[in-house]
Protein backbone atom coordinates (compact mmCIF):
# COMPACT_ATOMS: atom_id res chain seq x y z
CA UNK A 1 0.00 0.00 0.00
CA UNK A 2 1.43 3.86 -0.48
CA UNK A 3 1.92 5.65 1.70
CA UNK A 4 1.15 9.82 1.70
CA UNK A 5 4.11 11.57 1.48
CA UNK A 6 4.90 14.75 3.04
CA UNK A 7 4.91 16.36 -0.52
CA UNK A 8 0.85 15.55 -1.43
CA UNK A 9 1.59 17.67 -5.14
CA UNK A 10 4.53 15.38 -5.91
CA UNK A 11 2.95 13.65 -8.64
CA UNK A 12 2.54 16.80 -10.49
CA UNK A 13 6.01 17.87 -10.27
CA UNK A 14 5.92 14.03 -11.85
CA UNK A 15 3.55 14.83 -15.01
CA UNK A 16 4.83 18.36 -15.64
CA UNK A 17 8.12 17.13 -15.57
CA UNK A 18 7.46 14.07 -18.07
CA UNK A 19 5.41 16.19 -20.06
CA UNK A 20 8.13 18.78 -20.09
CA UNK A 21 11.05 16.21 -20.66
CA UNK A 22 9.06 14.95 -23.79
CA UNK A 23 8.92 18.30 -25.26
CA UNK A 24 5.11 17.83 -25.09
CA UNK A 25 4.37 20.73 -21.76
CA UNK A 26 1.34 22.99 -22.80
CA UNK A 27 0.45 26.69 -22.37
CA UNK A 28 -1.75 28.95 -22.85
CA UNK A 29 -1.55 32.40 -24.68
CA UNK A 30 -3.79 35.25 -25.50
CA UNK A 31 -5.17 35.34 -29.10
CA UNK A 32 -7.50 38.31 -29.96
CA UNK A 33 -9.28 37.68 -32.79
CA UNK A 34 -10.02 40.15 -35.31
CA UNK A 35 -11.15 38.84 -38.63
CA UNK A 36 -9.23 36.08 -39.69
CA UNK A 37 -6.32 37.45 -37.73
CA UNK A 38 -5.76 36.96 -34.65
CA UNK A 39 -2.93 39.00 -31.93
CA UNK A 40 -0.71 36.75 -30.12
CA UNK A 41 -0.08 37.74 -26.35
CA UNK A 42 -0.92 41.53 -27.59
CA UNK A 43 1.68 41.78 -29.30
CA UNK A 44 2.55 40.20 -33.33
CA UNK A 45 -0.56 39.89 -35.66
CA UNK A 46 -1.33 36.49 -37.10
CA UNK A 47 -3.23 34.85 -39.64
CA UNK A 48 -5.61 32.36 -37.82
CA UNK A 49 -4.98 28.79 -39.91
CA UNK A 50 -6.79 26.99 -36.65
CA UNK A 51 -9.78 28.62 -35.64
CA UNK A 52 -13.39 27.00 -36.06
CA UNK A 53 -15.25 29.65 -37.13
CA UNK A 54 -15.80 27.84 -40.49
CA UNK A 55 -18.31 30.09 -41.68
CA UNK A 56 -17.26 33.46 -39.54
CA UNK A 57 -20.57 33.64 -37.89
CA UNK A 58 -18.99 34.49 -34.44
CA UNK A 59 -18.40 38.24 -35.88
CA UNK A 60 -21.88 37.97 -38.36
CA UNK A 61 -24.25 41.09 -37.16
CA UNK A 62 -27.04 39.46 -36.48
CA UNK A 63 -25.76 37.14 -34.24
CA UNK A 64 -24.03 39.43 -31.99
CA UNK A 65 -27.61 41.57 -32.10
CA UNK A 66 -29.42 38.31 -31.41
CA UNK A 67 -27.49 37.78 -28.28
CA UNK A 68 -27.45 41.29 -27.16
CA UNK A 69 -31.44 41.23 -27.49
CA UNK A 70 -31.56 38.42 -25.14
CA UNK A 71 -29.36 39.21 -22.69
CA UNK A 72 -31.18 42.38 -22.70
CA UNK A 73 -34.57 40.78 -22.25
CA UNK A 74 -33.94 37.74 -19.96
CA UNK A 75 -30.89 38.98 -18.35
CA UNK A 76 -27.15 37.63 -18.07
CA UNK A 77 -28.11 34.19 -17.09
CA UNK A 78 -30.08 31.57 -17.29
CA UNK A 79 -30.26 31.05 -13.27
CA UNK A 80 -31.12 27.69 -12.88
CA UNK A 81 -30.53 23.96 -14.41
CA UNK A 82 -33.09 23.18 -16.76
CA UNK A 83 -35.02 21.02 -15.00
CA UNK A 84 -35.23 23.40 -11.96
CA UNK A 85 -36.11 27.03 -13.33
CA UNK A 86 -33.62 27.27 -16.49
CA UNK A 87 -35.85 26.35 -19.24
CA UNK A 88 -37.14 30.05 -20.87
CA UNK A 89 -39.40 30.36 -23.42
CA UNK A 90 -36.35 30.56 -25.53
CA UNK A 91 -35.02 27.66 -25.23
CA UNK A 92 -38.14 25.30 -26.08
CA UNK A 93 -38.40 27.90 -29.27
CA UNK A 94 -34.69 26.84 -29.85
CA UNK A 95 -34.73 22.99 -29.47
CA UNK A 96 -37.87 23.07 -32.21
CA UNK A 97 -35.96 25.19 -34.37
CA UNK A 98 -32.96 22.86 -34.72
CA UNK A 99 -35.38 19.92 -34.58
CA UNK A 100 -37.55 21.64 -37.59
CA UNK A 101 -34.31 22.81 -39.33
CA UNK A 102 -32.52 19.15 -39.23
CA UNK A 103 -35.41 17.34 -40.17
CA UNK A 104 -35.67 15.39 -36.74
CA UNK A 105 -38.79 14.51 -34.40
CA UNK A 106 -36.91 16.43 -31.87
CA UNK A 107 -33.78 18.09 -30.23
CA UNK A 108 -31.71 18.45 -26.63
CA UNK A 109 -29.52 21.78 -26.35
CA UNK A 110 -26.25 20.58 -24.26
CA UNK A 111 -24.19 22.80 -22.41
CA UNK A 112 -20.77 21.75 -25.13
CA UNK A 113 -19.92 19.21 -27.27
CA UNK A 114 -17.98 17.88 -24.90
CA UNK A 115 -20.51 17.68 -22.09
CA UNK A 116 -23.04 16.64 -24.39
CA UNK A 117 -20.67 13.18 -25.77
CA UNK A 118 -19.47 12.53 -22.73
CA UNK A 119 -22.49 12.01 -20.63
CA UNK A 120 -25.35 11.19 -23.54
CA UNK A 121 -22.86 7.65 -24.31
CA UNK A 122 -23.12 7.04 -20.27
CA UNK A 123 -26.76 7.57 -19.86
CA UNK A 124 -27.67 5.62 -22.86
CA UNK A 125 -24.96 2.33 -22.23
CA UNK A 126 -25.31 0.21 -19.02
CA UNK A 127 -22.64 -1.72 -17.99
CA UNK A 128 -23.95 -5.12 -19.50
CA UNK A 129 -24.04 -2.82 -23.02
CA UNK A 130 -21.14 -2.90 -25.72
CA UNK A 131 -19.77 0.69 -27.31
CA UNK A 132 -18.24 0.26 -30.70
CA UNK A 133 -16.36 3.01 -31.48
CA UNK A 134 -14.29 4.20 -34.52
CA UNK A 135 -10.49 4.23 -33.21
CA UNK A 136 -10.14 7.78 -33.92
CA UNK A 137 -13.24 9.05 -32.14
CA UNK A 138 -12.83 12.20 -30.21
CA UNK A 139 -11.82 12.93 -26.60
CA UNK A 140 -15.52 13.51 -25.51
CA UNK A 141 -17.13 10.48 -26.80
CA UNK A 142 -14.14 8.37 -25.40
CA UNK A 143 -14.77 9.64 -21.79
CA UNK A 144 -18.42 9.05 -22.42
CA UNK A 145 -17.78 5.66 -23.21
CA UNK A 146 -15.96 4.55 -20.40
CA UNK A 147 -17.46 6.53 -17.77
CA UNK A 148 -20.89 4.14 -18.76
CA UNK A 149 -18.53 1.04 -17.81
CA UNK A 150 -19.73 -0.93 -20.44
CA UNK A 151 -17.50 -2.95 -22.31
CA UNK A 152 -15.92 -0.78 -24.59
CA UNK A 153 -14.27 -1.93 -28.04
CA UNK A 154 -12.80 0.21 -30.99
CA UNK A 155 -13.09 -0.89 -34.67
CA UNK A 156 -10.13 0.35 -36.94
CA UNK A 157 -10.76 3.71 -38.51
CA UNK A 158 -13.26 3.70 -41.02
CA UNK A 159 -12.91 0.09 -41.63
CA UNK A 160 -16.55 -1.16 -42.25
CA UNK A 161 -15.26 -4.82 -42.53
CA UNK A 162 -13.87 -4.43 -39.12
CA UNK A 163 -17.38 -3.10 -38.14
CA UNK A 164 -19.28 -5.58 -39.34
CA UNK A 165 -16.94 -8.26 -38.23
CA UNK A 166 -17.35 -6.93 -34.32
CA UNK A 167 -20.58 -6.83 -34.57
CA UNK A 168 -20.94 -9.95 -35.73
CA UNK A 169 -19.13 -11.62 -33.04
CA UNK A 170 -20.96 -9.26 -30.51
CA UNK A 171 -24.30 -10.70 -31.66
CA UNK A 172 -22.89 -14.18 -30.35
CA UNK A 173 -22.44 -12.47 -27.13
CA UNK A 174 -24.87 -11.47 -24.32
CA UNK A 175 -24.98 -7.33 -24.35
CA UNK A 176 -27.92 -5.52 -22.93
CA UNK A 177 -27.77 -3.44 -26.45
CA UNK A 178 -24.92 -2.11 -29.14
CA UNK A 179 -24.02 1.26 -29.33
CA UNK A 180 -21.86 2.30 -32.29
CA UNK A 181 -20.34 5.47 -32.78
CA UNK A 182 -18.40 7.58 -35.48
CA UNK A 183 -17.73 11.05 -35.77
CA UNK A 184 -18.59 12.07 -39.99
CA UNK A 185 -15.99 14.35 -40.25
CA UNK A 186 -13.27 13.14 -37.91
CA UNK A 187 -11.38 16.62 -36.06
CA UNK A 188 -7.92 15.45 -36.75
CA UNK A 189 -7.74 14.02 -40.18
CA UNK A 190 -10.47 15.82 -42.14
CA UNK A 191 -11.56 12.62 -43.34
CA UNK A 192 -15.41 11.33 -43.47
CA UNK A 193 -16.91 8.34 -42.31
CA UNK A 194 -19.25 6.44 -44.57
CA UNK A 195 -22.04 6.99 -42.94
CA UNK A 196 -24.61 5.26 -45.18
CA UNK A 197 -22.76 1.98 -45.17
CA UNK A 198 -22.75 2.19 -41.61
CA UNK A 199 -26.06 3.34 -40.83
CA UNK A 200 -27.18 -0.10 -42.76
CA UNK A 201 -24.43 -2.14 -41.00
CA UNK A 202 -25.53 -1.30 -37.19
CA UNK A 203 -29.55 -1.36 -38.41
CA UNK A 204 -28.59 -5.47 -39.62
CA UNK A 205 -27.71 -5.74 -36.31
CA UNK A 206 -30.30 -3.59 -34.29
CA UNK A 207 -27.40 -1.75 -32.96
CA UNK A 208 -27.56 2.22 -31.99
CA UNK A 209 -25.79 4.40 -33.93
CA UNK A 210 -24.49 7.55 -32.33
CA UNK A 211 -23.13 10.27 -35.15
CA UNK A 212 -20.90 13.19 -34.11
CA UNK A 213 -21.32 15.86 -36.91
CA UNK A 214 -19.61 18.47 -35.04
CA UNK A 215 -17.37 19.43 -37.89
CA UNK A 216 -19.69 19.18 -40.31
CA UNK A 217 -23.21 21.13 -39.30
CA UNK A 218 -22.78 24.51 -41.08
CA UNK A 219 -20.51 23.17 -43.03
CA UNK A 220 -21.44 20.49 -45.33
CA UNK A 221 -24.61 18.51 -46.51
CA UNK A 222 -27.69 19.85 -48.12
CA UNK A 223 -28.10 23.13 -46.82
CA UNK A 224 -24.87 22.75 -44.21
CA UNK A 225 -27.21 20.40 -42.58
CA UNK A 226 -24.47 18.11 -41.87
CA UNK A 227 -23.26 15.26 -43.34
CA UNK A 228 -25.81 12.89 -41.01
CA UNK A 229 -28.69 14.84 -42.69
CA UNK A 230 -31.41 12.46 -44.40
CA UNK A 231 -29.44 9.17 -44.01
CA UNK A 232 -32.04 6.22 -42.57
CA UNK A 233 -31.19 4.68 -39.86
CA UNK A 234 -28.83 6.96 -37.53
CA UNK A 235 -30.60 7.19 -34.25
CA UNK A 236 -28.93 10.41 -33.01
CA UNK A 237 -26.52 13.79 -33.99
CA UNK A 238 -24.92 15.72 -31.91
CA UNK A 239 -24.24 18.67 -33.91
CA UNK A 240 -21.98 21.41 -31.83
CA UNK A 241 -22.49 25.39 -31.92
CA UNK A 242 -18.79 26.54 -31.02
CA UNK A 243 -17.75 25.50 -34.55
CA UNK A 244 -19.45 26.51 -38.11
CA UNK A 245 -22.23 27.79 -35.40
CA UNK A 246 -19.88 30.85 -34.31
CA UNK A 247 -21.30 30.72 -30.40
CA UNK A 248 -21.29 28.07 -27.80
CA UNK A 249 -23.14 24.78 -26.90
CA UNK A 250 -24.70 22.04 -28.71
CA UNK A 251 -27.53 19.94 -29.72
CA UNK A 252 -28.61 16.32 -29.47
CA UNK A 253 -31.09 15.34 -32.83
CA UNK A 254 -33.03 12.28 -31.93
CA UNK A 255 -36.48 11.20 -32.07
CA UNK A 256 -38.84 12.41 -28.78
CA UNK A 257 -38.68 9.03 -26.98
CA UNK A 258 -35.24 9.64 -26.51
CA UNK A 259 -35.28 12.95 -25.82
CA UNK A 260 -37.59 12.03 -22.77
CA UNK A 261 -35.45 9.31 -21.74
CA UNK A 262 -32.31 12.21 -21.42
CA UNK A 263 -34.50 14.82 -19.75
CA UNK A 264 -35.05 12.20 -17.12
CA UNK A 265 -31.99 10.49 -16.89
CA UNK A 266 -28.48 12.07 -18.29
CA UNK A 267 -27.01 13.51 -15.56
CA UNK A 268 -24.78 16.17 -17.46
CA UNK A 269 -28.08 17.28 -18.95
CA UNK A 270 -29.86 17.77 -15.58
CA UNK A 271 -27.27 18.66 -13.02
CA UNK A 272 -25.94 22.05 -14.68
CA UNK A 273 -27.13 25.23 -14.92
CA UNK A 274 -29.13 26.00 -18.89
CA UNK A 275 -27.06 27.93 -21.37
CA UNK A 276 -27.40 31.37 -20.91
CA UNK A 277 -30.01 33.58 -23.02
CA UNK A 278 -27.14 35.16 -25.28
CA UNK A 279 -25.71 32.16 -25.79
CA UNK A 280 -29.46 31.08 -26.75
CA UNK A 281 -29.49 34.11 -29.01
CA UNK A 282 -25.85 33.49 -30.83
CA UNK A 283 -27.44 29.49 -31.91
CA UNK A 284 -31.19 30.46 -32.82
CA UNK A 285 -29.25 33.49 -35.36
CA UNK A 286 -27.06 30.72 -36.67
CA UNK A 287 -29.49 28.19 -37.69
CA UNK A 288 -31.56 30.89 -39.21
CA UNK A 289 -28.65 31.78 -41.45
CA UNK A 290 -27.08 28.69 -42.16
CA UNK A 291 -29.46 27.33 -44.51
CA UNK A 292 -28.91 30.32 -46.96
CA UNK A 293 -25.19 30.24 -46.95
CA UNK A 294 -24.10 27.88 -49.60
CA UNK A 295 -22.19 30.71 -51.02
CA UNK A 296 -19.98 31.14 -48.15
CA UNK A 297 -19.74 26.86 -48.73
CA UNK A 298 -18.97 27.39 -51.78
CA UNK A 299 -16.10 30.01 -50.96
CA UNK A 300 -15.14 27.06 -48.02
CA UNK A 301 -14.73 24.24 -51.23
CA UNK A 302 -13.04 26.75 -53.49
CA UNK A 303 -10.35 27.49 -50.12
CA UNK A 304 -9.89 23.77 -49.59
CA UNK A 305 -8.73 23.44 -53.13
CA UNK A 306 -6.30 26.09 -53.35
CA UNK A 307 -4.65 25.47 -49.79
CA UNK A 308 -4.53 21.46 -50.86
CA UNK A 309 -2.95 21.73 -54.04
CA UNK A 310 -0.38 24.33 -52.29
CA UNK A 311 0.36 22.25 -49.61
CA UNK A 312 0.67 19.08 -52.05
CA UNK A 313 2.90 21.01 -54.40
CA UNK A 314 5.04 22.52 -51.84
CA UNK A 315 6.08 18.53 -50.64
CA UNK A 316 3.54 17.71 -47.82
CA UNK A 317 0.91 14.70 -47.66
CA UNK A 318 -2.63 15.65 -46.56
CA UNK A 319 -3.64 12.38 -45.66
CA UNK A 320 -7.22 11.59 -46.61
CA UNK A 321 -8.76 15.21 -45.84
CA UNK A 322 -11.87 15.80 -47.81
CA UNK A 323 -13.30 18.91 -45.76
CA UNK A 324 -12.07 22.48 -44.29
CA UNK A 325 -9.80 20.46 -41.48
CA UNK A 326 -6.50 19.99 -43.56
CA UNK A 327 -3.30 17.88 -41.75
CA UNK A 328 -0.03 18.75 -43.20
CA UNK A 329 1.50 15.45 -42.60
CA UNK A 330 5.04 15.76 -40.62
CA UNK A 331 5.52 12.81 -38.56
CA UNK A 332 8.23 13.64 -36.19
CA UNK A 333 6.89 15.65 -33.49
CA UNK A 334 10.11 18.10 -32.80
CA UNK A 335 9.93 18.28 -36.38
CA UNK A 336 6.67 19.93 -36.68
CA UNK A 337 7.31 22.04 -34.16
CA UNK A 338 9.66 23.73 -35.84
CA UNK A 339 7.75 24.07 -38.72
CA UNK A 340 4.65 25.69 -36.27
CA UNK A 341 7.53 28.02 -35.19
CA UNK A 342 9.10 28.94 -38.35
CA UNK A 343 5.33 29.68 -40.05
CA UNK A 344 4.59 31.67 -36.65
CA UNK A 345 8.00 33.68 -37.50
CA UNK A 346 6.25 34.03 -41.13
CA UNK A 347 3.15 35.90 -39.59
CA UNK A 348 1.04 32.55 -39.30
CA UNK A 349 -1.22 30.44 -36.32
CA UNK A 350 -0.96 27.10 -37.45
CA UNK A 351 -0.98 24.68 -34.65
CA UNK A 352 1.48 21.47 -34.05
CA UNK A 353 -0.72 18.57 -32.85
CA UNK A 354 1.53 15.79 -31.49
CA UNK A 355 0.46 12.81 -29.44
CA UNK A 356 -1.45 12.38 -27.08
CA UNK A 357 -3.97 14.09 -29.35
CA UNK A 358 -2.73 12.13 -32.18
CA UNK A 359 -1.04 8.54 -32.89
CA UNK A 360 2.45 8.33 -32.42
CA UNK A 361 4.77 9.22 -35.63
CA UNK A 362 1.67 11.08 -37.20
CA UNK A 363 2.48 14.95 -35.47
CA UNK A 364 0.88 17.46 -37.82
CA UNK A 365 0.31 21.01 -38.49
CA UNK A 366 -3.50 20.91 -38.24
CA UNK A 367 -5.09 23.47 -40.51
CA UNK A 368 -8.47 24.26 -40.81
CA UNK A 369 -10.41 27.04 -42.93
CA UNK A 370 -13.16 29.16 -43.31
CA UNK A 371 -15.00 30.89 -46.00
CA UNK A 372 -13.75 34.23 -44.56
CA UNK A 373 -9.80 33.43 -45.67
CA UNK A 374 -8.92 35.33 -48.78
CA UNK A 375 -7.12 34.23 -51.58
CA UNK A 376 -3.84 35.83 -50.78
CA UNK A 377 -3.61 34.86 -47.37
CA UNK A 378 -3.65 30.85 -48.64
CA UNK A 379 -1.00 32.01 -51.07
CA UNK A 380 1.13 33.53 -48.84
CA UNK A 381 0.86 30.43 -46.34
CA UNK A 382 2.01 28.12 -48.81
CA UNK A 383 4.74 30.52 -50.47
CA UNK A 384 6.10 30.41 -47.27
CA UNK A 385 5.23 26.23 -46.41
CA UNK A 386 7.49 25.90 -50.13
CA UNK A 387 10.05 28.36 -48.62
CA UNK A 388 10.64 25.71 -46.04
CA UNK A 389 10.54 22.68 -47.76
CA UNK A 390 13.33 24.29 -50.56
CA UNK A 391 15.36 24.84 -47.29
C1 LIG B 1 -15.57 15.75 -33.03
C2 LIG B 1 -15.79 16.64 -31.87
N1 LIG B 1 -16.82 16.39 -31.04
C3 LIG B 1 -17.05 17.16 -29.97
C4 LIG B 1 -16.27 18.25 -29.69
C5 LIG B 1 -16.54 19.05 -28.48
O1 LIG B 1 -17.38 20.13 -28.80
P1 LIG B 1 -17.39 21.44 -27.88
O2 LIG B 1 -16.22 22.27 -28.30
O3 LIG B 1 -18.70 22.06 -28.14
O4 LIG B 1 -17.23 21.00 -26.46
C6 LIG B 1 -15.18 18.56 -30.55
C7 LIG B 1 -14.29 19.70 -30.35
O5 LIG B 1 -14.30 20.57 -29.64
C8 LIG B 1 -14.94 17.74 -31.66
O6 LIG B 1 -13.92 17.98 -32.48
Keep these: MGSVSNSKDQFIDEALANRRDQHRFRTLRSLDPQGTTVVSDGEKELINFSGNDYLGLSKHPDVIDRAKQY ?26 KLAD ?43 GSLSSRATFRRFEHNSLEDLEDQLAHASK ?44 VGVWGKNGLGLAHGIEGIDMVLGTCGKAFGGFGAFLLCSDKVKDYLINFCPGFIYTTALPPAVIGTIEAAAELIPDMDGAR ?46 EEQGFLATAIRPPTVPKGSARIRITLSSEHSASQIETFVRALKDWSNG
Design 71 to 96: ADKYGAGSTASRLISGTYSIHKKLEQ
Design 101 to 143: TFGWEGSLVFNSGFQANSTIISTLADRHALILADKLSHNSLLQ
Design 173 to 216: EDFSRIIVISESLFSMDGDRSNLEAIAECTESHNAWLFVDDAHA
Design 298 to 343: EQIRENIEMMKTGIHDAGFETGNSDSQIIPILVGGEQETLDLADYL
